[in-house]
């Protein structure tokens, strides 16, 4: 999963649903022909189902914004008209206020939009987090180039095996092992060994 490029994400995923507790959305490497590549959002369940069955996607100034615009921008300042009523059927929710980011990296498109139903967000919440949606953004578009034998030694650890084993299996010292586990983590942005494998599992390096 994408989310998973983001540094401290347990951290950051806290402070996002904080920020914004009426929920919040997150795409990203989203292309005209193929849609986003990630998905994932916190917004009421009921909401959802509605602006899915409904198909406000296509009537939503807020997502058309997202997918047009760059920067950030509140949802009270979207000038784009809201033809089917979007914005205040989703009040019914309690997504009264709310602020929308998108970025654009090597040709596909990241947006995130947060909510919440009791005030505006404020300028210095808004500048810090699209200052680290700029980051993540660029996080998204990238694959960190893992060696082949980086790889061999994940690929090891995926079953379990210890150091001294994949040492022994590769023919190599377990102080090599380690160092080659070392590099692919810092590479990945993992904090550990079990965040490694992993994020190298889901982003499909081992196969």
């Known amino acids: 999963m994408l989310l998973d490029r983001i540094p401290n994400l347990?951290?950051?995923?806290?402070?996002l649903n904080r920020l914004a507790p009426a929920g919040w959305i997150i795409g990203a490497n989203v292309t005209t022909y193929k849609g986003a590549e990630m998905i994932h959002t916190t917004y009421p369940d009921a909401w959802r189902k509605l602006y899915e069955e409904?198909?406000?996607f296509l009537g939503d100034p807020i997502a058309l914004?997202?997918?047009?615009?760059?920067?950030?921008?509140r949802w009270s300042e979207v000038k784009l008209p809201d033809l089917r009523g979007v914005l205040k059927?989703?009040?019914r929710f309690g997504l009264n206020f709310g602020v929308a980011f998108a970025q654009k990296t090597n040709g596909k498109r990241n947006f995130l939009t947060l909510s919440r139903a009791?005030?505006?967000f404020t300028n210095e919440e808004?500048?810090?987090?699209?200052?680290?949606?700029?980051?993540?953004?660029?996080?998204?578009?990238?694959r960190p180039s893992l060696t082949a034998k980086e790889i061999a030694v994940l690929r090891h650890m995926r079953e379990g095996r210890e150091y001294a084993d994949i040492a022994?299996?590769?023919g190599i010292s377990e102080g090599t092992v380690r160092q080659r586990a070392d590099k692919a983590r810092l590479k990945l942005g993992a904090s550990n060994r079990v965040q490694m494998v992993a994020m190298a599992v889901a982003r499909n390096y081992l196969d």
């Open 10 to 15: 347990d951290v950051e995923l806290t402070a």
């Open 54 to 56: 409904k198909n406000y």
């Open 65 to 73: 914004w997202s997918m047009t615009g760059v920067g950030s921008v």
């Open 89 to 91: 059927e989703a009040r």
């Open 118 to 120: 009791d005030r505006e």
């Open 126 to 142: 808004i500048a810090a987090i699209d200052a680290k949606f700029q980051i993540w953004s660029d996080l998204f578009g990238e």
């Open 168 to 170: 022994r299996i590769l």
